[in-house]
């Protein structure tokens, strides 16, 4: 099963003199099990986009279809949605809001109508997948480091049971360690869960390294959908838009002028060591 967008519109503040656009037309077919990374300078439609898909925001105009059936129908359980297609924010503060973090975990599905024993099987197994140490489960939330709310923000979500996990800049604020350490986590629920990930992020180095397909908004429209390397080759149509590619694909055309036959549609670190190691035992 997928997400399906059919002409999806979105207009703020419509019929006023503040009225945006900020979604165009937009068609887009989610599949089951993807890994997504969605691209896009500030006001790009990406954080828009993503609240449509759990119905946070109605579309203007279009149809937006999970499981076959239509959102917007009168007798869709939106409640249901919400639970199978999970929206982690991108400061976990706004998430937060019980006296301890096992409280804070089991309220989700107790609110899908679980008895406070089944919620807190669902909490200790959620908060486990997210490696929090067990010492922490009935301290405030607040007094976590960044990190490790961001921990107990995606827990609060995974004990749900969602099909879908959209993360919104789930990195932001956090040191490199941490950063990585968030990412690892969430690449690791895909592989052994196989969720659905859609991924929103402002580095390119880290939806090259982690997502299969990427998503690039500009202007409230898809401007590319591709495997990052397709997407990538056009660094410099990202550049004319606020955006870039990573760091290696620069570092790849480079080598490419100056005569080294490398791949220049590598986009992580692996992949360009890879690629000049192989240039390096052909010379030898």
């Known amino acids: 099963m997928s997400i399906i967008l059919d002409k999806v519109n979105y207009v703020y503040s419509t019929g006023t003199a503040y009225e945006i656009q900020a979604l165009k037309d937009i068609n887009l077919t989610i599949e089951d099990g993807q890994f997504i990374g969605i691209i896009g300078h500030t006001g790009s439609g990406k954080s828009t986009l993503i609240q449509h898909l759990n119905g946070l925001v109605k579309a203007t105009s279009g149809a937006i ?4 059936q239509d959102i917007y129908d009168e007798d869709y359980n939106m409640k249901e949605l919400r639970t199978k297609v999970g929206l982690v924010f991108q400061y976990p503060e706004h998430q937060l809001f019980e006296t301890t973090i096992f409280d804070d975990v089991c309220f989700g599905p107790k609110n899908q109508g679980l008895n406070k024993n089944e919620a807190g099987l669902r909490a200790f197994e959620a908060l486990k997948s997210v490696g929090l140490p067990e010492a922490l489960y009935y301290q405030s939330p607040f007094d976590l480091s960044g990190g ?5 923000a995606i827990a609060g979500v995974l004990a749900m049971k969602p099909e879908v ?7 932001a604020g956090l040191d490199p360690k941490g950063r990585d350490e968030i990412l690892d986590l969430i690449a690791k629920m895909h592989k052994e869960k196989n969720m659905t990930i859609i991924l929103v992020s402002h580095s ?8 299969d397909r990427i998503i690039v908004m500009n202007d409230g429209q898809v401007m590319y959908d591709g495997l990052p390397r397709e997407v990538f080759r056009h660094y410099k149509e990202l550049e004319a ?3 870039a590619a990573p760091q290696v694909t620069y570092l790849m055309h480079e080598l490419q002028e100056k005569g080294i036959p490398v791949d220049m549609d590598a986009t992580t670190v692996e992949e360009a060591k890879n690629s000049i190691l192989k240039v390096m035992q052909s010379n030898s």
Do not use: C
């Open 65 to 68: 279809y999970f499981n076959g």
């Open 148 to 152: 490790q709310k961001r921990r107990v």
């Open 165 to 171: 996990l959209i993360l919104d800049e789930p990195t």
């Open 204 to 211: 390119m180095e880290d939806v090259a390294k982690y997502v």
């Open 241 to 243: 838009v606020g955006l």
